[in-house]
Structures are given as structure tokens and as C-alpha cells.
């Protein structure tokens, strides 16, 4: 019964913008660790966007910081990732992960395996 589901992606041309949802349901997110990964194929699964339950802190690959922002709403049990200026190379599956841990992020996501829950993924495609 526990689920995570991704909406929100799609086709975007280079620039724009997209804004990715993952719910959760079954339980809430409470002191959860949400992250976001993504993965091309024939590529490492890369963590992209991680935030907090207890803390608020947040973590980003190299490749998108400054471009995409990690947000959470407890009432709505609900985490967002904003990403503008899209390039080509963010193509990819994006997978919205649950580690249910109090977790303090330094710096970046960590490990895909530390993250125990996933959804089913959404296809995020920038191209003119």
C-alpha cells in the first residue's frame, strides 16, 4: 500500500521549465529524506535533489545548482522540484526516492541504494 508517485514531466524545450511532483501516500512524509534521481540511458543513476524531514537541508548535483530548487509541503504531503533553464543533457528518467531517516544533507544526495522507496519514474525531455 505504500506508494510514491511522479507527475509533471514531459516534453520542454532548451531554457524552460518544468516543475516535478512526487506524493506521497500510504504514509506521510514526516521525517522523511526525499530524494530526486534521474538516469539516461546507458548512464549511472544520479542524484539530483535531496531534502530533509527535520532539518530543511538540501542537496544538489554540481551539474544543476542554480538551475533547479528542492521544496517540500508537509500538508500536502507533497515534494516539488522547480527546474528552469533546462538544457538537453537533463534528459532523462526522474525517479522520486524515500529514505525514512532523519537525515542531515551536506552536500549531495549520497547513494541511490541508501534510498529504500521509489516511484515508477517520469520522462523528462528537453528538445527544440
Known amino acids: 500500500q505504500l506508494q510514491v508517485v511522479e507527475s509533471g514531466g514531459g516534453l520542454v524545450q532548451p531554457g524552460g521549465s518544468l516543475r516535478l511532483s512526487c506524493a506521497a501516500s500510504?504514509?506521510?512524509?514526516?521525517?522523511?529524506?526525499i530524494g530526486w534521481f534521474r538516469q539516461a540511458p546507458g548512464k549511472e543513476r544520479e542524484g539530483v535533489s535531496c531534502i530533509s524531514g527535520v532539518d530543511g537541508s538540501t542537496a544538489y548535483a554540481d551539474s544543476v545548482k542554480g538551475r533547479f530548487t528542492i521544496s517540500r509541503d508537509n500538508v500536502k504531503n507533497t515534494v516539488y522540484l522547480q527546474m528552469i533553464s533546462l538544457k538537453p543533457e537533463d534528459t532523462a528518467v526522474y525517479y522520486c526516492?524515500?529514505?525514512?531517516?532523519?537525515?542531515?544533507?551536506?552536500?549531495?544526495?549520497?547513494?541511490?541504494?541508501?534510498?529504500?522507496?521509489w516511484g515508477q519514474g517520469i520522462q523528462v525531455t528537453v528538445s527544440s
Open positions: 500510504g504514509w506521510t512524509l514526516d521525517y522523511y529524506a
Open positions: 526516492a524515500v529514505r525514512p531517516m532523519r537525515i542531515h544533507f551536506r552536500d549531495k544526495c549520497g547513494s541511490p541504494g541508501n534510498f529504500d522507496y
